[in-house]
């Protein structure tokens, strides 16, 4: 049972933890708070697409996971690091 489901966040959360995790982003905190954060903030500048049955998300996840969707996704997501880095909301 999928129900319904955002697959722009599947991507941006598999994306946002590969960047994260590699040599760009090594000063960067990685801590669960920041990473939320830089998800949260890349969806809310990017379209969401919603799917509710699993061929929908084969389907959509395929058409958005092309290297030219790849890129533009990944300038929201690095734009979304470089805020949440200079103005982290930690306790
Ligand atoms: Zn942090």
Redesign the pocket.
């Known amino acids: 049972m999928i129900g319904y489901k955002n697959v722009m966040e599947e991507i941006v959360i598999a994306l946002v933890t590969m960047s994260i995790n590699g040599p760009d982003y090594q000063t960067f905190?990685?801590?669960?708070?920041?990473?939320n954060?830089i998800i949260a903030l890349s969806l809310n500048n990017l379209p969401s697409h919603y799917i509710t049955s699993e061929e929908g998300r084969k389907m959509v996840y395929e058409k958005l996971n092309t290297p030219e969707n790849r890129k533009w996704i990944n300038k929201r997501i690095i734009t979304a690091i470089h805020v949440?880095g200079k103005y982290?909301?930690?306790d």
């Open positions: 905190c990685k801590c669960e708070k920041c990473k954060d949440v982290p909301k930690h």
